[in-house]
């Protein structure tokens, strides 16, 4: 159980386009999602808490016009890179949490390209 | 605020040997703790985790880690190493009031030497 897909595990881009990655809970509803963008030997950053019906609450530095995150259901959450530049490019992560539990479970990530 | 020390970025053990790998926290609260590995280019899996009870916690793939609160540690070892336990591994931490989110170390990578 607690699986969490993404989609697409890879994408390559042309600078200036925007990027919509999504992640699911296939077995479980989330109501609680989380994004992260992790670099190269580096840890995870968290960019933004996403709840199932509300706005996203973004962490300090994450630019909210340049990262949308939409939380449609309680299966979906999806993260959209707008005008993608080189300097976006990087591992996505997303990770899911149920109510009232205290444990992530984590997407296999979205590897993105700009160039 | 919470924050999380892993120390030593990396650790090379040979294969069969004991792994520990160290975690440190700060927390203000009664903390929620939580080990991960990821292997490369893949997300985070969960190897274990301490919220409440016994503070020996047993994990997948034979990890195990122990809560000490006088320590403020929760080090994950492992009695012998794998040549597929090489891997990135991260320890975070949480707590109950803060909507799940965590705290992640910088990671260790582990190494196994055949």
């Known amino acids: 159980g607690a699986v969490v897909s993404q989609h697409p595990s890879w994408v390559i881009c042309k600078s200036g386009t925007s990027v919509k990655i999504e992640c699911r809970s296939l077995d479980f509803q989330a109501t609680t999602m989380f994004w992260y963008r992790q670099f190269p030997k580096q840890s995870l950053m968290l960019m933004a808490t996403?709840?199932?019906?509300?706005?996203?609450?973004?962490e300090q530095g994450v630019e909210k016009d340049k990262f949308l995150i939409n939380h449609a259901s309680l299966t979906l959450s999806t993260l959209t890179v707008t005008s993608a530049h080189p300097e976006d490019s990087s591992f996505y992560i997303c990770?899911?949490?149920?109510?009232?539990?205290?444990?992530?479970?984590f997407g296999p990530g979205t590897r993105l390209l700009v160039l | 605020a919470q924050s999380v020390t892993q120390l030593g970025s990396h650790v090379s053990v040979s294969e069969g040997a004991l792994v520990l790998l160290r975690c440190n926290y700060s927390?203000?609260?009664?903390?929620?703790l939580f080990w991960y590995v990821q292997y490369p280019n893949q997300g985070l899996q969960l190897l274990l985790k301490?919220?409440?009870?016994?503070?020996l916690v047993k994990g997948i793939n034979g990890f195990e880690a122990e809560f000490k609160k006088s320590e403020t540690s929760f080090h994950l070892t492992k009695p012998s190493a794998h040549m597929s336990d090489a891997a990135e591994y991260f320890c975070?931490?949480?707590?109950?009031?803060?909507?799940?989110?965590?705290?992640f170390g910088d990671g260790t990578t582990l190494t196994v030497k055949p």
């Open positions: 927390s203000s609260v009664p903390p929620y």
């Open positions: 975070a931490v949480s707590y109950n009031t803060n909507a799940g989110k965590s705290t």
């Open positions: 301490y919220t409440t009870g016994a503070t």
């Open positions: 990770s899911a949490m149920a109510s009232g539990k205290e444990t992530q479970y």
């Open positions: 996403s709840n199932e019906g509300s706005k996203a609450t973004y």
